[in-house]
């Protein structure tokens, strides 16, 4: 490279490094507004999660506690730590939920306040599945009684007999109550007991019980296995419809014939059942974005087919009693923007959520850019008008005689020599060359001037 492609490729480093520097500070002011505007936003909105969540579940073993497994390891997926409080049951989930000793629960229909919860700040994300009410027996005690077929097939049968409504927490005892009162029967018509599930499926098989009522999905174990056992026998709601009608909350399902056991063709033929729909609840006080996960995750564990409902019938928000939250009805209902697909949810959580702030910072920023090509121009121009200052001071003394001639050249040498160190992008050159224009016309009325005589004697 010859010197004068080195000295040009010098100059126009620093003259690209400049001109980034002044462009820089002549945006500062509106970058600090914009920055300081976006901060407070984002304090003020709060779009990330927090990383803890509690979630009411059943007790151990229910069908709750495993799909309670089943959100955890979700939210895990998206580094939000699901901390599982195990309950009772639906009514202790909801006791939970109205205390705040959690988050987010599993609470049955039946059990919620319409009026009182949703004023409490209780909203639904959807409905999850069905929960049948499941009134299992001795088998042994509808031949006993000679019933047709040795099946007992109404409420009123029990009169009398040792029934089990699981704990007072599960909200069993409350539906149980309403379902004797419909068929004018009180609860000390019957020998009522309040085991839990697991311990009431080992007295009715040992003949300590004579009947069982639980509410549960077909996932839990206890379920299943009592359907499979031939010691025992499940009751059938003929009179469902009638049910449903008085009691809104429930649902009419059926049983499906062979769908416990195909090749034993268990049940050996279709069974009329009534069921609740749960719900997933969550307070208003929990975070969005926690909200909108629980909502995502729920679509992943509750769409297939199951016994009692067909693919994609679940989660849905057509059977909540409470107010369903938008992030719900957005997640079951809605189409995901396009980049929940590409970007990671923490990315996408936060371009939702602070999208509109953007926007509207962009709107405000519009018309205060204006401000930045006046501020750049001052600044370019600046460097070279701030010497006409020091210009103008060495043509008074000048024009006053109140410096020395050498002096004054040399100070215009310096001048001069400062100004070709000057570096301003090409739309400002004339401003520089004007300036040096300026400098030797000065010089070379200093040269004009004769030299004044000095004082003294003369030889």
């Known amino acids: 490279m010859t010197p004068i492609q ?18 820089m500070v002549s945006m500062g002011p509106l970058l600090l507004l914009g920055g300081g505007l976006l901060v407070a936003a984002y304090w003020w909105l709060d779009p990330q999660p927090p990383r803890h969540v509690r979630l009411a579940t059943g007790p151990a073993g229910s069908a709750y506690a495993g799909f309670g497994e089943g959100y955890a390891k979700a939210l895990a997926r998206e580094r939000i730590q699901v901390d599982l409080i195990a309950s009772e049951g639906a009514q202790d989930d909801l006791a939970h939920l109205r205390a705040g000793t959690a988050d987010v629960g599993f609470v049955r229909g039946g059990m919620a306040d319409p009026v009182a919860d949703t004023e409490a700040g209780i909203v639904s994300l959807g409905s999850l599945f069905y929960e049948p009410i499941w009134i299992f027996y001795r088998r042994d005690l509808g031949i006993a009684r000679r019933q047709p077929g040795g099946e007992l097939q109404r409420l009123t049968q029990l009169r009398g007999l040792r029934v089990n409504v699981d704990q007072d927490g599960s909200g069993v005892p409350q ?39 639980l509410i549960s999905a077909p996932q839990a174990g206890l379920i299943r296995a009592l359907l499979r056992d031939p010691a025992i026998a499940l009751m059938a709601f003929e009179q469902d419809e009638a049910y449903s009608r008085h009691l809104p909350f429930l649902s009419t399902v059926r049983l499906p014939r062979g769908v416990v056991d195909l090749a034993a063709d268990l049940p050996p033929h279709d069974v009329p059942l009534l069921a609740t729909t749960t719900a997933l609840l969550a307070r208003e006080q929990t975070h969005p974005a926690l909200r909108q996960l629980f909502a995502q995750a729920a679509i992943g564990q509750h769409s297939e087919a199951g016994w009692f409902n067909g693919a994609r019938d679940f989660p849905n928000t057509r059977t909540s009693e409470l107010p369903v939250s938008a992030e719900g009805d957005r997640a079951i209902n809605g189409t995901p923007p ?7 949810f923490w990315a996408g959580n936060l371009l939702e959520r602070m999208w509109l702030v953007v926007g509207g910072l962009l709107v405000l920023m519009l018309p205060l850019s204006r401000v930045v090509p006046p501020l750049y121009t001052f600044r370019v121009r600046s460097r070279v008008f701030r010497w006409y200052a020091r210009l103008r001071e060495v043509e008074a003394r000048m024009e006053t005689g109140t410096g020395e001639r050498d002096a004054l050249l040399d100070e215009l040498d310096e001048l001069d020599r400062v100004t070709h160190r000057i570096a301003v992008p090409l739309s400002y050159a004339e401003e520089l060359y004007a300036l040096r224009n300026n400098i030797h016309a000065v010089r070379r009325r200093l040269l004009a001037q004769r030299p004044r005589p000095t004082d003294g004697p003369t030889d």
């Open 6 to 23: 080195q000295w040009h490729a010098t100059r126009s480093l620093r003259l690209l490094l400049q001109t980034l520097r002044d462009m």
């Open 175 to 213: 539906i149980v109550e309403k379902l004797l009162a419909l068929n004018q029967l009180k609860p000390t018509d019957l020998r009522l007991s309040n085991l839990a599930p697991d311990d009431a499926g080992a007295a009715l098989r040992q003949g300590r019980l004579d009947a069982a009522v």
């Open 338 to 344: 396009a980049w929940a697909r590409y970007l990671p």
